[in-house]
T-cell receptor
């Protein structure tokens, strides 16, 4: 069975600085997708970034980028130029190639200080 | 363009009762998945509906059942409520873009409290 582990329950960063959130996963599949979702206090789960396992190039979306290490089964999220609006719970998630089922980690609460 | 909507926003039920939660998918989406998010945890997959049938199911007991209507909206039913069923219930919808490349959109959730 696939598992997703987020070992940082809480992280904090100063506004305009950079922070990295960690995620490791376990799977025996070769093709899959990895995601980072943001869940603000409004509770709505928002997709931040997606990585296809077959792509070697790390995904980037504006200030958000990932470091995908397939062999190490590691998938970290880097947030550059942090903004107050980035404060939220961040969840790492895994999806197999032929399924809709998302498997989530336990989340990391990110605080951003002015 | 309306996103995924869920109703009600909050509700409180008593142990042993039954509850129905509702989800309207994003316009153009035909597949709905339900997740349970306990406090301090990540969401857990309950099941998925497509073409009015349950296509995939997570590790949840039969007390959890669902339905999808011809307009693609969906209901989640939970019977014989337990205190442990207290959670945020999230609905996600998606449309197939190409192959297996698609994005799922989540609703704001329904907060269920069982007393």
């Amino acid at each position: 069975a696939q598992t997703v582990t987020q070992s940082q329950p809480e992280m904090s960063v100063q506004e305009a600085e950079t922070v990295t959130l960690s995620c490791t996963y376990d799977t025996s599949e070769s093709d899959y997708y990895l995601f980072w979702y943001k869940q603000p206090p409004s509770r709505q789960m928002i997709l931040v970034i997606r990585q296809e396992a077959y792509k070697q190039q790390n995904a980037t979306e504006n200030r958000f980028s990932v470091n995908f290490q397939k062999a190490a089964k590691s998938f970290s999220l880097k947030i550059s130029d942090s903004q107050l609006g980035d404060a939220a719970m961040y969840f790492c998630a895994y999806r197999g190639y032929n399924t809709d089922k998302l498997i989530f980690g336990t989340g990391t609460r990110l605080q951003v200080f002015p | 363009d309306a996103g995924v909507t869920q109703s009600p926003t909050h509700l409180i039920k008593t142990r042993g009762q039954q509850v129905t939660l509702r989800c309207s998918p994003k316009s153009g989406h035909d597949t709905v998945s339900w997740y349970q998010q306990a406090l301090g945890q990540g969401p857990q997959f309950i099941f998925q509906y497509y073409e009015e049938e349950e296509r995939q199911r997570g590790n949840f007991p039969d007390r959890f059942s669902g339905h999808q209507f011809p307009n693609y909206s969906s209901e989640l039913n939970v019977n014989a409520l337990l205190l442990g069923d207290s959670a945020l219930y999230l609905c996600a919808s998606r449309a197939l873009l190409s192959g297996t490349h698609y994005e799922q959109y989540f609703g704001p959730g329904t907060r269920l409290t069982v007393t």
